[in-house]
């Protein structure tokens, strides 16, 4: 049984040219299509890569039949039919064989276009419109900006795959606050860093979870926790002991039609928590930007265009 992450290596393999036409989308793809659920489970992935591998029988299996294959109990099965969007097993089993049969009349799910990477895109456009849809109301972004602006230092915490993000954080607030401390492993180098974090004054962390999500993630955010640090959390999960644990969350989509997420929509969230950071203290702000560029100018840090 490969992992989740070899199956998504196999089904997302970047092909030349463009998918068929409509009414020639391969059942693979339109399945690809209809599981595309981030946050579905081990157990329901594998029973996604079972449907994929072995639609043919598979769509006419029973409940029972199938669960046997897979491995999984019978609640497992009915589960993964809600995750991905049915009101139960046998909606979801007419829908195969729909599939199977070459039959697309009445899809609920929105059919896959163009190629697969046009999908992975069009995946993240649907993670970006999600976040414009939380931004209608910006009050919780200026508040924790102002509170993450305020604590001195500032702590940015990412860990494994969320290192990316959180050094792009950092790397970006440095410029606008006085002292950004960037904590990118784990263990207890994250223990001792957080606790001096708040013994030297430090009132927030900035933490992120990526998927995969990492156990060391959950004990660091644990540790800030009982230290007295406020915790400010951006991941792809609504749900979950990480986000137990967190004072605040921002959930933003992750784009999961690749072997390997995209992380458009947390980008942009770093950036409007980073413009919050910057509007709380403008005087600061200014005087900062403004001794950086002079040390920019004086070392020749970067090419002029």
């Not at 029973?62 to 897979?70: C, G, K, P, Q």
């Not at 049915?86 to 799910?109: D, V």
């Not at 276009?113 to 649907?126: F, T, Y």
Request: net charge negative; with cysteine.
């Amino acid at each position: 049984m490969p992992s989740p992450q070899q199956a998504r290596a196999q089904a997302s393999a970047i092909t030349s040219g463009r998918t068929a036409p409509e009414a020639e989308v391969s059942p693979t793809a339109q399945l690809r299509t209809l599981f595309d659920r981030p946050r579905l489970s081990p157990g329901q992935r594998r029973i996604a890569q079972y449907l994929i591998e072995h639609l043919t029988e598979a769509a006419f299996l029973s409940i029972t039949d199938l669960a046997e294959r897979v491995g999984v109990s019978q609640p497992s099965v009915t589960r993964f039919a809600s995750a991905v969007g049915f009101s139960g097993y046998p909606a979801l089993r007419e829908r195969l064989q729909s599939i199977a049969l070459g039959s697309r009349a009445g899809a609920p799910a929105e059919e896959a276009r163009g190629n697969e990477l046009q999908a992975a895109v069009d995946a993240e456009i649907e993670n970006l419109e999600n976040l414009r849809r939380d931004f209608a109301d910006p009050d919780r972004v200026i508040d924790v900006g102002r509170k993450l602006a305020a604590s001195t230092p500032l702590t940015v915490l990412g860990l494994r795959i969320s290192v990316s993000l959180a050094e792009y954080f950092a790397y970006a607030a440095r410029r606008i606050h006085p002292d950004v401390r960037l904590v990118s492993r784990g263990g207890s180098v994250a223990y001792d860093a957080l606790l001096q974090s708040r013994e030297a004054g430090g009132t927030w962390v900035l933490a992120f979870s990526m998927p995969r999500h990492a156990q060391e993630t959950l004990t660091a955010v644990r540790v800030a926790r009982g230290a007295g640090l406020k915790v400010a959390l951006i991941t792809d999960l609504a749900l979950g002991p990480v986000v137990d644990e967190a004072d605040v969350t921002f959930a933003t989509g992750t784009g999961s039609r690749l072997v390997f997420d995209s992380y458009a929509a947390a980008g942009v969230m770093c950036s409007a928590l980073l413009q919050a950071m910057t509007d709380a203290d403008p005087e600061r702000t200014q005087a900062r930007l403004e001794e950086y560029e002079q040390l920019a100018d004086q070392h020749q840090f970067f090419l002029r265009d």
